[in-house]
Every structure is written in structure tokens, then in C-alpha cells.
């Protein structure tokens, strides 16, 4: 679809403000290369003062497969303008997906990012973080995440008012008895287990990646229930521990978890699920030690990712997609809305339709809180075009009338 297309399907609220960051009015730098052309994932976070950094995947026909990348672009004028674009992180045979940009200090950057074959979808990562002590401009790493976390999907991170940091993370465990991931054309060896032959889907040889992705998308979510938790440091970041075990029987895909602290310390989380219709919830009164069994919560949810943040007037501000599912398959992304609540989300006294979109899913707003501009600042994609939004943050309910 053309951004002309968008145009005539697409309504964005009045006092928001929005630019394109990619591609931007040039179109993609690989038109021509017969990669597909394809984003996902923005990420919005100030670095240090007047620095901002906005990360985002592409590259490959979609995600998770071979050939994703990370691109970065930075803003040293607290984003009126923006550096061209560029490659920040890049394997050589494995998708990469850089999920959090992790910031407990000014001009100090925790870049969370996971790789990844396109046959086992996300079931077998591999966990690593690099670190920027100048906002961005040189990195240490990829390292592994200190203490043994290995096979995580990072989500946002926050520092607890007392101290320690908390960042949500989720994760595949093999249930099923697929033990095998599919293959394309016979196996050099049989599977066994045992005096038993486990069950193996083989596809064509010469299956192309659709068909493959598809494939795999299929095995994982038959054969592995995802689940939830956090990893935690007391350290600034030195060493983690992993803690939590938030899983269902039925729905049991939870996923991308995101947390936020309340105003009396808990820590509250909510998580997407793949099928069910609605966020679920779980919070933690220690300081992310244990953690409270997940239930179901009144929010619709697409199966989409969230965004949690909270002010320093103790409200708290989620950016999601007020949509649920039928239970069965996937929901659409629309609209992309903002709730605010300022009772520690016992109940939603703002909410607002950011943007409507007849046509396109609406994805993964990402950003945080400028307090001094009073401003929510993020960033969101269509799955073509990452863009950054501003809306006010002292929105009143006459204002979304």
C-alpha cells in the first residue's frame, strides 16, 4: 500500500504531532535489491540531554527470519532533526531483533538483542546485550547477559524506586512431542528418542521462506507454551537473576510482558497473549522476587505489544490497541490509543484515539515521558514506516471529546 493510500484511510488526533522517520519521503535505500520492503519495532528513548536515539528492525521479507537487522537514527536537537539513518547491529547468518534500549543514567544505553533462525521461529534465541557510555556513539559487544539468561525476549525495562532494575522478559518452553524443528527435504538422521521416533514435519525441498516461516510458526506454537517473568540486577547491570514463572494451561502463549511500579512500590505487569482477546496481569509486591498469578484483565488487546510509563505525578500512561480477537485468530491493530489513569490503574479516566486506520495495523508505540515539554513522545510503525509521535501529556477529557 502507498503512503497515498494511508492518507485517504488513516486519521490522526489534532493535537497530536508526527514525523516520518523511515523511510521518509526518499522511499527505501534497497527498492531495487529484492529485499522485501518492510519494518517493524520502532524504539524511542532520550539518551542524554537534547540526545535521542530511535531504533527499528527491517531487511528480510518480515520477522522473525534470516536478514533482519537493527537500524538506528539519532537526534542531537531533542528530535526537530534526525541523522540519516544507518545499520547499528548485523549478524552475518542470523535475524537479530533488538527489543529494549535500556537507559538507568544519562548517556548510558543497554541495548537488549536477541538472534534468531527463521526454522525455529523464537524458540531457540540466543540473548545478548551491548552497552553505550556516550549516548550512543560507540558500543561494547554484543555480550551475553550476565548470570546465564539466555534464551530470552527483552522487553522495557524499569529502574524501582528502590534501585534495583527490573526488566520484563518471556520466553519458549518445548511441550509438545515435535522435538524436532521442521525440515526442508529429509533429515540427515532420524529423531529418536528412546526406543521412540518422534513426530517431524518435512516440507519440500526447495521450500521457500514463506512457506518455511509458516511452517515454523505453526510447530512453535503447537509444540511450546511462552512465558513470563522478569530478570532482575542489584547490581547496575553487572550480573542478573532470573525470577517469575507466569504460564496458563489454557491460553498459555503469553509474551512481551511490560511492567510498571505503582504508587506504594508494587510493580504491576501486563502481557500480551497470542489468541486470548485481552491483556493479562500479574504484580509483584517484592520488588519483582515473586510475583502474583497472572489473570485476565478488562483491556482488548490484538495480540499486540504495549507500552507502560508512568509520571511523576504517579499517573500511569498505556499506548496499545483497544481491540480484542474472537479467540480464535489473530485481531486487527486499531485503533492506537492512549488511557491514562490516575489511580493506579483501577480505572482509565483518559481515553483517546491517537490514530485510525481502516486499512493498516496500527503496531508497537514505543517511547517515554518528557516531563519538561509535557509531552508523551513515541514511536510507531505500520509495518512500512516508523514514525514519531507527540501528544500532550495534561490531555483532559474535554480535549478527546
Not at 14 to 43: C, H, K, M, N, V
Not at 152 to 171: A, L, M
Not at 218 to 228: L, S
Request: with cysteine.
Amino acid at each position: 500500500m502507498s503512503d497515498a493510500t494511508s492518507a485517504k484511510t488513516r486519521t490522526i488526533h489534532p493535537l497530536a504531532r508526527q514525523y516520518e522517520l523511515w523511510p521518509g519521503p526518499q522511499g527505501y535505500p534497497w527498492a531495487d535489491s529484492g529485499i522485501r520492503l518492510w519494518t517493524r519495532e520502532g524504539i524511542l528513548r532520550r539518551v542524554a540531554a537534547g540526545r535521542l536515539m530511535c531504533t527499528w528492525t527491517t531487511g528480510g521479507f518480515s520477522e522473525p527470519t534470516d536478514g533482519n537487522f537493527t537500524m538506528v537514527s539519532y537526534s542531537d536537537d531533542d528530535g526537530r532533526t534526525w541523522m540519516p539513518p544507518r545499520v547499528l547491529f548485523r549478524h552475518t547468518h542470523r535475524g537479530l531483533f533488538t527489543t529494549e534500549l535500556f537507559v538507568p543514567r544519562e548517556g548510558e544505553v543497554h541495548a537488549f538483542l536477541q538472534t534468531y533462525k527463521l526454522g525455529v521461529w523464537m524458540t531457540q534465541l540466543n540473548s545478548y546485550r551491548a552497552i553505550s557510555r556516550d549516548g550512543g556513539r560507540t558500543w561494547a559487544g554484543p555480550h551475553s547477559i550476565p548470570g546465564g539468561i539466555h534464551n530470552v525476549w527483552v522487553n522495557q525495562g524499569i529502574v524501582h524506586s528502590s534501585g534495583r532494575w527490573v526488566i520484563p522478559v518471556s520466553w519458549a518452553e518445548q511441550m509438545g512431542d515435535e522435538w524436532c524443528e521442521p525440515t526442508a527435504g529429509a533429515p540427515p538422521m532420524t529423531p529418536q528418542v528412546g526406543d521412540r521416533v518422534p513426530p517431524l514435519v518435512q516440507m519440500p525441498y526447495g521450500s521457500d521462506h514463506p512457506l518455511i516461516y509458516r511452517t515454523a510458526n505453526a510447530w512453535a506454537h503447537r509444540n511450546h507454551r511462552y512465558v513470563v517473568g522478569a530478570i532482575l540486577s542489584d547490581d547496575q547491570g553487572a550480573t542478573f537473576r532470573l525470577c517469575g514463572y507466569l504460564c496458563h494451561d489454557a491460553p498459555r502463549h503469553f509474551f512481551e510482558p511490560k511492567v510498571v511500579e505503582l504508587s506504594d512500590g508494587t510493580i504491576a505487569l501486563l502481557t500480551r497473549e497470542i489468541q486470548d482477546g485481552w491483556l493479562w496481569r500479574s504484580e509483584s509486591r517484592d520488588g519483582g522476587e515473586t510475583w502474583a498469578p497472572l489473570r485476565r484483565t478488562d483491556i482488548p488487546n490484538p495480540s499486540s505489544k504495549v507500552k507502560l510509563l508512568r509520571a511523576r505525578d504517579g499517573r500511569i500512561f498505556l499506548l496499545h490497541n483497544p481491540s480484542g480477537t474472537d479467540g480464535q485468530s489473530w485481531g486487527r491493530r486499531n485503533p492506537l490509543s492512549l488511557w491514562i489513569s490516575d489511580d493506579d490503574m483501577r480505572s482509565w479516566s483518559i481515553k483517546v484515539d491517537l490514530v485510525t486506520d481502516s486499512a493498516r495495523n496500527l503496531n508497537y508505540p514505543d517511547g517515554y515521558l518528557d516531563e519538561e515539554a509535557r509531552e508523551l513522545r513515541f514511536a510507531w510503525e505500520d509495518a512500512y514506516s516508523v514514525y514519531i509521535m507527540h501528544f500532550p501529556m495534561d490531555v483532559t477529557a474535554a480535549d478527546v471529546r
